[in-house]
């Protein structure tokens, strides 16, 4: 197997390891625009030479819709914000649909109400005084001041009206439904054609806050907190396949999570063993013991209403455990559930690196005052604080995973809004390496359980290059100019296979692959859909998984994410031993029976590949074929223009998922009559067949059905929320969030109707004032 990057005929080397373009996006919402094609093949030297400009015409089984959704974070338009990390940023969401030997392009802004009342109080915070935007925050300029959203970490918040649900991350499909989904944040349902907005995932009354004390005080104070921060499972899961009791098929509904990890900054056991002491002498009940955090609930939600007035339901369980000899005490998590899968018999929720840290959502309001000229010239100023205030938390050297038994949900009858939580046992299971994403096999014959898992070590995806950052002395330069990127690993990660018994928790077997050619940075995933994906399909057992590695790089090392690894006691290679040349991102075709690299392809520099998608081929399988390589893989492939480095050119790329190195490569570009695309860095992908979108009146192709819905939903939103509040947030969600979310205005639109003197958009929703 050929182990060096791609060549392409005709393009020159480039550079830099990594494209300015990962830092750069576009806000524009674009509606149905057609993509040319360029068609690949290998010549008789081995390299890949383009044989069609605009081919059009793809290959015939390509088919249905790919959706994936990143985060805008450093528009062409606007200032990045200091301390601002990659993954912040309002969520633009992508579908790329295949029609008639066509790729046709659309995208959409993930518009919250949470959205418009950011536009609505924002200023210019990158200004030496804050300078109002809009015709609202003029109007009410102290307030705007401090109510206004700023980044802190992989957050953006305010200090008065509470955190932003950017709807960045991921999305998941439940039967017709579509859902897009943050860690921060409460998902919401999408409609697929129109890609709007509908309604939120449960009201604001049915989820519990990361920190419950802080909304109550600063709601007692200021006399509301609207938007608080929930967090949750950024991957649900839904089976469409399994229907023997009343919990077992989600083709109606989805299980997620709600949960809070308490205090996690600088001095965490400490602070957390005083609430803890506080929560434990609680007299005012359930309620009370979570004002401070540090609980864990799975919640189930479906979409069915029992009657047309009722709202659907949302039903939680508060994890504990169930091993010895902690058996009974409370799941707490540690860093991130960042991830659940779900099997025939068991749910499998992990425990990931991908922390949120207080210290860094706080950190605009804290030290805010080192974006001015004024300390701009004292950079030993920022960089102690930044080294002493914001150092980095390295991740735990495990991963950690909780089994909960399917059947248990109905041995355990859940709990509504109104009742105290239903604990519910889960088996902790401690795996050897960190966790970067992991799959689950469907079936789990005799209670084993397989899973298939990326490990990373040495490498935290929340920490990222800020401008106090120096290069590791003796190696290659560290890339100032991309400010906000995360970081990259200090070590080798591995791809493995977990056979676990699910009713015991016991790890059965391991198989792990570890190949300084491939498993650098192993990322995201994608492979052929289960059962549990869609009831027509048979298979249970993912044979071959598509794993993205992204590679190893000096640029994006700082010194003081070097320091903070190079002595860890985990590590696979020794930190004087990693390469001293780049390593290139590669996209792994792993046989999981033989867990063998069966094929690969690894990128040329200056590409930063993301979003793998498997799309299963329309036409027949031909005999003796494998179903699970029988389709394409679609990925995001970021790239500089080669003519004006400061300009994006980016991609979409289509293999073929049974032959990477032999079958045609397609490279989906913009038009020549306009500009280069300019995507953001997105993760995860999900596919749809058709995008018909139902509801149980009929379609949401009715633009008044889709209004009426987000009317209703914002209204029961933040009625009690509001009771209190006072005439200003009275103004803010009477005249712009409860007119400007329903009709979901467009950002140039909102924007110039924000900045008239008459920016009022009344709407009929029935306000709550006592």
Request: glycine fraction near 6%; include cysteine.
């Amino acid at each position: 197997m050929k182990h060096l990057p791609a060549d392409f005929v005709g393009e020159p080397s480039r550079k830099f390891f990594v494209p300015r373009s990962v830092i750069k996006t576009s806000r524009e919402e674009i509606t149905d625009l057609r993509l040319m094609v360029r068609k690949y093949v290998k010549n008789s030297n081995g390299d890949w030479e383009l044989i069609a400009q605009d081919a059009n015409e793809l290959p015939a089984g390509l088919q249905g819709y790919i959706f994936t959704v990143g985060a805008l974070f450093q528009a062409q338009d606007r200032p990045q914000e200091d301390g601002t990390q990659l993954y912040t940023g309002d969520g633009m969401i992508y579908r790329l649909g295949f029609e008639q030997g066509q790729a046709i392009l659309k995208t959409r802004i993930a518009k919250t109400p949470c959205y418009y009342a950011d536009l609505a109080t924002a200023g210019d915070s990158n200004r030496s005084v804050w300078a109002p935007q809009t015709e609202f925050a003029k109007r009410h300029r102290i307030f705007s001041y401090f109510a206004a959203f700023r980044n802190g970490g992989p957050s953006r918040f305010s200090i008065l009206l509470g955190g932003r649900n950017q709807l960045n991350t991921a999305l998941l499909r439940v039967g017709d439904r579509l859902i897009v989904t943050i860690d921060a944040g409460r998902p919401y349902e999408i409609d697929p054609n129109s890609l709007e907005l509908l309604a939120p995932i449960g009201t604001t009354s049915c989820w519990l806050g990361i920190f419950p004390i802080i909304s109550r005080l600063v709601a007692k104070f200021a006399g509301s907190y609207p938007f608080d921060v929930y967090i949750n499972s950024a991957h649900p899961v839904a089976d469409t396949k399994k229907s023997n009791n009343i919990y077992g098929s989600t083709i109606n509904g989805f299980l997620t999570t709600n949960y809070s990890t308490g205090y996690n900054g600088l001095y965490r056991k400490p602070v957390n063993w005083l609430f803890d002491q506080i929560n434990h002498i609680s007299r005012g009940g359930a309620a009370a013991k979570e004002q401070f955090g540090r609980f864990t609930d799975l919640i189930y939600y479906t979409f069915d209403r029992a009657t047309e007035s009722q709202e659907p339901e949302l039903k939680r369980w508060r994890l504990v455990l169930a091993n010895s000899p902690r058996k009974g005490q409370p799941v707490i998590v540690e860093q991130s559930l960042h991830q659940l899968a779900i099997t025939e018999d068991f749910i499998i929720l992990a425990d990931i690196a991908f922390k949120m840290e207080f210290s860094q959502i706080f950190s605009p309001f804290l030290f805010g005052f080192l974006k001015l000229k004024l300390f701009q010239k004292f950079w030993s100023l920022g960089a102690w604080i930044y080294a002493n205030f914001l150092r980095a938390i390295p991740p735990l050297p495990n991963g950690i995973i909780y089994i909960v038994k399917r059947s248990d949900l109905e041995k355990y009858p859940a709990c509504t809004a109104d009742t105290a939580p239903t604990p519910l046992p889960a088996l902790q299971v401690i795996l050897p390496h960190e966790i970067s994403h992991f799959a689950a096999d469907y079936n789990n014959p005799d209670g084993k359980i397989t899973l298939h898992v990326g490990h990373i070590n040495g490498w935290d995806v929340t920490e990222w290059i800020t401008r106090y950052d120096l290069s590791v002395p003796s190696q290659p330069c560290l890339r100032c100019d991309l400010e906000g990127m995360q970081v990259g690993t200090t070590d080798l990660g591995a791809l493995a296979k977990y056979e676990i018994d699910g009713n015991t928790g016991k790890i059965e077997n391991i198989h792990t692959i570890r190949d300084t050619n491939f498993t650098w940075s192993p990322s995201i995933y994608t492979h052929s859909e289960l059962s549990r994906d869609d009831a027509n399909n048979q298979e249970t057992q993912i044979k071959n998984i598509y794993w993205l590695c992204w590679g190893f790089t000096w640029e994006l090392i700082p010194q003081r994410i070097y320091d903070a690894y190079k002595s860890r006691e985990s590590r696979t290679i020794p930190i004087e031993n990693l390469p001293s040349k780049d390593q290139p991102l590669t996209l792994v075709r792993l046989d999981t029976e033989t867990m063998t690299v069966a094929d690969s392809f690894q990128f040329p520099r200056g590409y930063f590949v993301s979003s793998p998608q498997f799309v299963p081929s329309s036409e027949p399988l031909p005999e003796g074929a494998d179903p699970s390589t029988h389709g394409y893989i679609v990925c995001v492939v970021l790239a500089d223009n080669l003519d004006n480095e400061e300009q994006s050119c980016d991609e979409f790329w289509v293999f073929h998922a049974d032959d990477f190195q032999n079958k045609p490569i397609y490279r989906l570009i913009a038009p020549s009559n306009r500009e280069p695309l300019n995507l953001a860095l997105t993760l995860h992908t999900t596919w749809m067949r058709e995008i018909g979108n139902y509801n149980q009146t009929g379609r949401y192709d009715d633009e008044g059905i889709r209004q009426q819905i987000r009317k209703e939903s914002v209204s029961l939103d933040y009625q009690s929320r509001l009771k209190r509040a006072n005439s200003v947030v009275h103004e803010l969600f009477d005249d712009i969030v409860y007119g400007y979310f329903p009709l979901q205005l467009s950002e140039q639109k909102a924007m110039k109707r924000l900045q008239e003197s008459d920016y009022k958009i009344r709407c009929d929703c029935p306000i709550a004032r006592e």
